[in-house]
């Protein structure tokens, strides 16, 4: 059976940073894995995700903020987050795929591309 775990959300101010991780048992992280987040009252969108062979694709709203990694002999995945904004606020998820084909970002952010869900960490940025 497949767990994600997230950690590392919390409150920061405006223009703070943050760093989340996600460990997984029951799966290794290699490609189709990434981030998501749902903000309250919002549908899920698409933050980072490392496609087939390590092509990563990032949500437009991120504009070289967020850089998305993964440390193998861990089996952890992170998103370390600059620059964040009150729009940043949301619950963040851990994702992964039992698969993926090679394709656009579009098809990357595709919540419905992936099999397995964290339970998410919040993250709260004030103004």
């Known amino acids: 059976q497949v767990h994600l775990v997230e950690s590392g959300g919390g409150s920061v101010q405006s223009g703070g940073s943050l760093r989340l991780s996600c460990t997984a048992s029951?799966?290794?992280?290699?490609?189709?894995i990434g981030w998501f987040r749902q903000a309250t009252g919002k549908e899920r969108e698409g933050v980072a995700v490392?496609?087939?062979?390590?092509?990563?694709s990032y949500g437009d709203f991120v504009k070289g903020r967020f850089t998305i990694s993964q440390d193998n002999d861990k089996n952890t995945l992170y998103l370390q987050m600059n620059s964040l904004n009150p729009e940043d606020t949301a619950m963040y998820y851990c994702?992964?795929?039992?698969?993926?084909?090679?394709?656009?970002?579009?098809?990357?952010?595709?919540?419905?591309?992936?099999?397995?869900w964290g339970q998410g960490t919040q993250v709260t940025v004030s103004s």
């Open positions: 994702v992964a795929a039992r698969g993926c084909a090679r394709g656009t970002t579009f098809y990357y952010l595709q919540p419905l591309l992936y099999d397995y």
């Open positions: 029951g799966y290794i992280f290699t490609s189709c």
């Open positions: 490392i496609g087939s062979g390590g092509a990563i």
